[in-house]
T-cell receptor, first 110, second 117 residues
């Protein structure tokens, strides 16, 4: 079945540092890929998406490129802020089902 | 604000009891999904409804059931509750035709935190 594997956290960074969260997937067909973010006490919010190979999703300074050859969708941000502290989930959608990775907790210190 | 509304926000109940969680999807969304988030198991897909009909089942226990009503709101019923059922329960909605909407993301509510004591 479909699955998503993302790097384990927690990740702790200083403000303005570079953030990368690795995500790889296993799926049949041509899934869409997403990154969701969950701030404390809140639900999941869509951060960005990519629907086909080589698509780059971007939002709020975050980027991720759909790499079919490496089955990856790594999340990057060049300069993080304290407000980026959250749990980040990589997700894959194949037909009806959205499958999530385990989540990576990111803490950004001032 | 995702437009998905879940009530109640918090629920505390005892083992063996039954509770109902409610979800109102975003305006215009026909699909509703239920997820369980726990510390040890992460985000688990429970069940999906599309326009009132069950479309897919995930890791949903037999003690749990759900339905989607004609006005598209959905309820998740949890019965014979156990301590291990304590978790955050999320509802999400999406547009979608017959479940085949590869590009459309899910929009999540803020969840109901269930504590079973």
């Amino acid at each position: 079945g479909d699955s998503v594997t993302q790097m384990e956290g927690p990740v702790t960074l200083s403000e303005e540092a570079f953030l990368t969260i690795n995500c790889t997937y296993t799926a049949t067909g041509y899934p869409s890929l997403f990154w969701y973010v969950q701030y404390p006490g809140e639900g999941l919010q869509l951060l960005l998406k990519a629907t086909k190979a080589d698509d780059k999703g971007s939002n709020k300074g975050f980027e991720a490129t759909y790499r079919k050859e490496t089955t990856s969708f790594h999340l990057e941000k060049g300069s993080v802020q304290v407000s980026d502290s959250a749990v980040y989930f990589c997700a894959l959608r194949n037909d009806y089902k959205l499958s999530f990775g385990a989540g990576t907790t990111v803490t950004v210190r001032a | 604000d995702s437009g998905v509304t879940q009530t109640p926000k918090h629920l505390i109940t005892a083992t063996g009891q039954r509770v109902t969680l409610r979800c109102s999807p975003r305006s215009g969304d026909l699909s509703v999904y239920w997820y369980q988030q726990s510390l040890d198991q992460g985000l688990q897909f429970l069940i999906q409804y599309y326009n009132g009909e069950e479309r897919a089942k995930g890791n949903i226990l037999e003690r749990f059931s759900a339905q989607q009503f004609p006005d598209l709101h959905s309820e998740l019923n949890l019965s014979s509750l156990e301590l291990g059922d304590s978790a955050l329960y999320f509802c999400a909605s999406s547009t979608g035709t017959q479940g085949r909407s590869y590009n459309s993301p899910l929009h999540f509510g803020n969840g109901t935190r269930l504590t079973v004591t």
